[in-house]
Each structure stands twice: as structure tokens, then as C-alpha cells.
């Protein structure tokens, strides 16, 4: 495994010397045209619920913001867009909503899951799918892998948990986080975590940091953004901020996590997209693989806003973009993290 000292990778993301910038990208492709190929995997992503029980000081999501129109998706509708993306050739889906926290929401996500994997499987390969729920317990992401769930994404936001604790309630624990995400890792399930990018408060040595979690967690998939403020939320008044281009520092992130995972997934986030009109395309040169096409319904999209200007690209406008990247849209494939089945193997 290459490691990076922490005051190294500071100086890459700080460096403003545009050559640092262009070795960076260069050394991600070489990283991921020897350890991958040009292959951009699809998720299709279904946010089934904009419902949330936790309040996240930077989400337009949080519990209190009373601004937004709560829905929550109907099973039969989840499972018809589920099969429509399946149809059209995507092998992935994510399903995502807040927090979740009931025992019968998770029945509820059982069920659904359980049903598209019949569905699916009755017509080949069947769709491989990853949850975005939040924090559950041992027992409640058992259920939702035996219904047939296989990747789990839960960003730990931050690695610094004192920078964790002011962008979070106090009910809200970095220690809570870390036990689900060695949960799902102990369940089976291919793990996915990732932190926000320029957030209040952030210093580079956080960032360099983050990088140093993400290999000593030995994640199998990542997902990292710039932090974009959304009006109705408490730190969209925060003005600490140290790192002034979160878009800049944002691809380096992706490009040093290439060099440092070279055989993890890592998607071109869509925060990444809605910042920059070439977010899609530098994300993908830093060594991004994954990208997550929105798939919620039109009338949903305006009240899933994480964040302000949330952007959304086509399905086939995201496959015309990676072509013009120099990259393979991959249809009809799974696209695991290999990174998963070699830990496996290492650990069998
Ligand atoms: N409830 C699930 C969870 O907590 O993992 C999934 C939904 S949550 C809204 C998905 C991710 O959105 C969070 O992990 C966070 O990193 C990101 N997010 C929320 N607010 C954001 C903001 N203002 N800017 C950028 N990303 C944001």
C-alpha cells in the first residue's frame, strides 16, 4: 500500500503552483489506467424519502427545516422506477433517504429491496443495490443485506471529531458513526464513506487526514464532495473558511485518493457536478469511476435539496459527457469495488 505522510499531502492540496495540480491528474490516470480501465460504472438513484429524524447543521434535509415539502414514495413506485432503470440498462441502483428510523421503515426498505432483487433477477443478473439510510443498528443492516442489499454508503462527513462535533447536534456521535461503518463492514457489505469538501472550519491538515482514515478504515468505495451552503441551514452563516477553492481542493482529494486507493470506486459526485459546469469531467480525469444519475421523480427532485443549485444531468447526457472525457460508459455491468474482493480473499 503507498502512504503519503500527512504534511505531503498538505502540500499538494495547498500547492499553487498549477504544475502540482497537473501532476496530481496525471499520476490518478496512470494510477487507474493501470490498476482499472476507462470504465464509468451508473447508479441509479432513487431519494424514495426526504423524511429525517436527525438535524445535520449543514443539510437542507435536517429535521427543523420546516421549508421543504416532506414525501416519502409509495413501494410500488420505488420498485417501477427500479425496474425502469433496469430496463434501460443500469445493473445499479441506490436507494436514499434522511436518517431513517423506525423498525417498520426498515421493514418497509426490506421489502422493496427483497422484491427488486426478485424481479430483477428473474430476467438475469438481476440490479446490485446500495443503501443510503444513515445509522442503524447491527440488527436492522443485517436485515436489509438478507433482504438483498450488498453496498452501503455512510459518509463520516469528517475524520476530525472535533470538527465532526460542531457541524453536528450533540446527539449526533463520530464514535456512532465509526461503529455502524465497522458493522456494515462485519455484515459483508461493500463499504462506502466519504467526507464534505470546504466545510467551516476545515483546515487542509483535516483533509490530509481524511485521506489517512479512508485507508486505515480500508474502504472499498468513496464519495466525496465540495461543501455547498444551503440558505435554510445553521452553518450556511459560517464564515470560518480556510479553504477558499473547494472545487480545486475537491480534485486533488480525488486525484491523491486514486493514487493512495488505486483499486477502490469512487463517484463524481453530483455536488461536484452542480458546482462546476466541468465537475463531471475533471472529477472523472482525477480518477472518479461511479456516477449516480438521479432517477427520482421530477416533482421530488426540488424538495431532495441537500444543498443550493443541486444539479441534475440525463442518463443519456451523462453517457454523451463521459465519451466526450474520454471515458467508457459500462452498462449492463456491476461494477464492484475490486478493492472488496481482494480484502476478502486477503481475509479468507
Ligand atoms: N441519510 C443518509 C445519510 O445520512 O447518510 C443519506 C442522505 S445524506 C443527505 C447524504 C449526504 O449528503 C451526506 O452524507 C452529506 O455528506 C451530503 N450533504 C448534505 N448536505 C450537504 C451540503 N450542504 N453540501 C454538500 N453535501 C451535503
Redesign the pocket.
Given at each position: 500500500m503507498i502512504s503519503f505522510s500527512k504534511d505531503l499531502i498538505v502540500d499538494y492540496l495547498k500547492s499553487e503552483d498549477s504544475e502540482v495540480h497537473d501532476f496530481l491528474l496525471e499520476k490518478a490516470e496512470r494510477y487507474r489506467l493501470e490498476n482499472r480501465d476507462k470504465a464509468v460504472y451508473f447508479r441509479g438513484l432513487i431519494e424514495y424519502s426526504n423524511i429525517?429524524s436527525?438535524n445535520?447543521y449543514?443539510?437542507?434535509?435536517r429535521r427543523d427545516n420546516r421549508l421543504i415539502k416532506r414525501y416519502h414514495l409509495e413501494r410500488d413506485e420505488i420498485i417501477n422506477l427500479a425496474m425502469q432503470a433496469y430496463n434501460a440498462g443500469y445493473q445499479s441502483i441506490c436507494l436514499?433517504?434522511?436518517?431513517i428510523s423506525s423498525n417498520k421503515e426498515v421493514d418497509f426498505v426490506a421489502d422493496v429491496v427483497a422484491t427488486i432483487k426478485k424481479l430483477s433477477e428473474s430476467k438475469g443478473q438481476g440490479l446490485g443495490i446500495t443503501l443510503?439510510?444513515?445509522e442503524l443498528s447491527y440488527r436492522q443492516y443485517q436485515q436489509l443485506w438478507d433482504a438483498g442489499a450488498h453496498r452501503y454508503?455512510?459518509?463520516i462527513?469528517t475524520s476530525n471529531p472535533l470538527l465532526f462535533k460542531k457541524i453536528h447536534p450533540p446527539d449526533q456521535s463520530f464514535n456512532q458513526r465509526l461503529e455502524c461503518l465497522q458493522a456494515l463492514r462485519e455484515i459483508g457489505y461493500q463499504v462506502g464513506t466519504?467526507v464534505?469538501i470546504g466545510l467551516p472550519g476545515q483546515s487542509y491538515e483535516d483533509l490530509a487526514q481524511d485521506l489517512q482514515f479512508f485507508q486505515e478504515k480500508d474502504i472499498d468505495m468513496l464519495g466525496m464532495?465540495?461543501?455547498?451552503?444551503?440558505p435554510d441551514?445553521p452553518l450556511a452563516g459560517e464564515q470560518e473558511e480556510f479553504i477558499p477553492d473547494a472545487f480545486a481542493t475537491t480534485i486533488r482529494m480525488l486525484a491523491l485518493a486514486r493514487i493512495l486507493m488505486p483499486d477502490i470506486n469512487m463517484v463524481a459526485s453530483t455536488?461536484l457536478q452542480s458546482i462546476h459546469p466541468d465537475g463531471l469531467k475533471m472529477g472523472l480525469k482525477a480518477g472518479a469511476n461511479i456516477v449516480m444519475p438521479i432517477l427520482t421523480p421530477e416533482e421530488n427532485r426540488r424538495d431532495y435539496m441537500?444543498?443550493a443549485n443541486k444539479k441534475h444531468s440525463a442518463f443519456e447526457t451523462l453517457q454523451q459527457d463521459i465519451k466526450a472525457a474520454s471515458y467508457e460508459p459500462a452498462l449492463w455491468q456491476w461494477g464492484d469495488s475490486p478493492h472488496y474482493f481482494k480484502r476478502k480473499e486477503e481475509h479468507a
Amino acid at each position: 500500500m503507498i502512504s503519503f505522510s500527512k504534511d505531503l499531502i498538505v502540500d499538494y492540496l495547498k500547492s499553487e503552483d498549477s504544475e502540482v495540480h497537473d501532476f496530481l491528474l496525471e499520476k490518478a490516470e496512470r494510477y487507474r489506467l493501470e490498476n482499472r480501465d476507462k470504465a464509468v460504472y451508473f447508479r441509479g438513484l432513487i431519494e424514495y424519502s426526504n423524511i429525517c429524524s436527525q438535524n445535520c447543521y449543514y443539510c437542507g434535509l435536517r429535521r427543523d427545516n420546516r421549508l421543504i415539502k416532506r414525501y416519502h414514495l409509495e413501494r410500488d413506485e420505488i420498485i417501477n422506477l427500479a425496474m425502469q432503470a433496469y430496463n434501460a440498462g443500469y445493473q445499479s441502483i441506490c436507494l436514499q433517504a434522511g436518517q431513517i428510523s423506525s423498525n417498520k421503515e426498515v421493514d418497509f426498505v426490506a421489502d422493496v429491496v427483497a422484491t427488486i432483487k426478485k424481479l430483477s433477477e428473474s430476467k438475469g443478473q438481476g440490479l446490485g443495490i446500495t443503501l443510503s439510510l444513515g445509522e442503524l443498528s447491527y440488527r436492522q443492516y443485517q436485515q436489509l443485506w438478507d433482504a438483498g442489499a450488498h453496498r452501503y454508503l455512510l459518509r463520516i462527513e469528517t475524520s476530525n471529531p472535533l470538527l465532526f462535533k460542531k457541524i453536528h447536534p450533540p446527539d449526533q456521535s463520530f464514535n456512532q458513526r465509526l461503529e455502524c461503518l465497522q458493522a456494515l463492514r462485519e455484515i459483508g457489505y461493500q463499504v462506502g464513506t466519504g467526507v464534505m469538501i470546504g466545510l467551516p472550519g476545515q483546515s487542509y491538515e483535516d483533509l490530509a487526514q481524511d485521506l489517512q482514515f479512508f485507508q486505515e478504515k480500508d474502504i472499498d468505495m468513496l464519495g466525496m464532495g465540495p461543501y455547498i451552503p444551503h440558505p435554510d441551514t445553521p452553518l450556511a452563516g459560517e464564515q470560518e473558511e480556510f479553504i477558499p477553492d473547494a472545487f480545486a481542493t475537491t480534485i486533488r482529494m480525488l486525484a491523491l485518493a486514486r493514487i493512495l486507493m488505486p483499486d477502490i470506486n469512487m463517484v463524481a459526485s453530483t455536488a461536484l457536478q452542480s458546482i462546476h459546469p466541468d465537475g463531471l469531467k475533471m472529477g472523472l480525469k482525477a480518477g472518479a469511476n461511479i456516477v449516480m444519475p438521479i432517477l427520482t421523480p421530477e416533482e421530488n427532485r426540488r424538495d431532495y435539496m441537500l444543498y443550493a443549485n443541486k444539479k441534475h444531468s440525463a442518463f443519456e447526457t451523462l453517457q454523451q459527457d463521459i465519451k466526450a472525457a474520454s471515458y467508457e460508459p459500462a452498462l449492463w455491468q456491476w461494477g464492484d469495488s475490486p478493492h472488496y474482493f481482494k480484502r476478502k480473499e486477503e481475509h479468507a
